[in-house]
């Protein structure tokens, strides 16, 4: 179902916080999930496969896997979720499931910055594993924002994620793998979008997505946010006159 035999790029190492990231193939397809931290990532694949919560999901120590079969316009879609550790050690595992990707949501944990702010490293990877033949622009992205529910440690506000998400013309979830909220619309929406994908051969469609921003002027608002002193708001040291 896979497909095997990509490149293995040694020098490259895998940032240590990286947000999750599920990559979907051709119809009939597999999905590949890539954990920041144990729990939240994993238990989104039992609320959406086996439409249940757990709480306590045990961390993946190499590769999990989830099985669903999904009806999109008359058509069957048999879908295959694998769930890989964060740790950079299985680096070389992930590469080997960026070829033919059509689609990737990346998944974030609304109470962890850390997981939000590496998002970024997830588009350098693979920009830089599907190398100079590969283009991403092709590809359908989504951004799931999970863990909703924990609304009184949430650190990452809807707007910053959706401003992020929407800047680049990807799709934007909030979901609770607790609750259920959210989690199916996104994947319906997913799916969607992958057989339009396809409907068009292999070319995205134009995005629907209206976009208030640049990616430009998203970065420098997210930049403005996330800045200790007005010094810093502006890119400037302490000090400069110019």
């Known amino acids: 179902m896979t497909s095997r035999g990509a490149t293995i790029f040694n020098k490259m190492v895998a940032p ?6 599920i990559f979907l193939k051709r119809v009939g397809a597999a999905i590949f999930l890539k954990r920041w931290e144990p729990g939240g990532d994993s238990c989104i694949i039992k609320r ?16 999990d896997y989830g099985v669903t079969k999904v ?5 069957e879609i048999k879908v295959n979720i694998f769930d890989m550790a964060g740790h950079p050690f299985f680096y070389e595992v992930r590469n080997e499931f960026y070829k033919d990707t059509q689609g990737v949501i990346l998944v974030y944990d609304v109470c962890q910055k850390e997981s939000f702010d590496s998002l970024d490293a997830w588009l350098s990877e693979m920009k830089q594993e599907m190398g100079p033949q590969g283009n991403i622009d092709n590809i359908v992205f989504a951004v799931c924002a999970n863990k909703i529910d924990c609304t ?12 992020w998400a929407e800047s680049r013309g990807f799709l934007y979830y909030e979901t609770s793998a607790q609750s259920g909220e959210g989690i199916n619309e996104m994947f319906q929406a997913f799916y969607s ?4 994908l396809c409907d068009n051969g292999g070319k ?18 997210r930049r403005i946010r996330n800045s200790k002193d007005s010094w810093d708001m502006l890119g400037v040291k302490p000090g400069a006159t110019r």
Do not use: N
């Open 71 to 75: 009806q999109m316009r008359e058509r």
């Open 204 to 221: 995205k469609p134009v995005s629907s997505i209206t976009i208030g921003f640049t990616k430009e002027q998203a970065d420098s608002i």
């Open 48 to 63: 959406y496969c086996e439409k249940r919560f757990v709480p306590k999901y045990q961390t993946t120590i190499g590769i």
């Open 152 to 163: 009184k440690h949430r650190s990452v506000d809807e707007s910053e994620g959706r401003l």
């Open 16 to 21: 240590t916080h990286m947000g999750a990231a």
């Open 193 to 196: 979008a992958i057989v339009d």
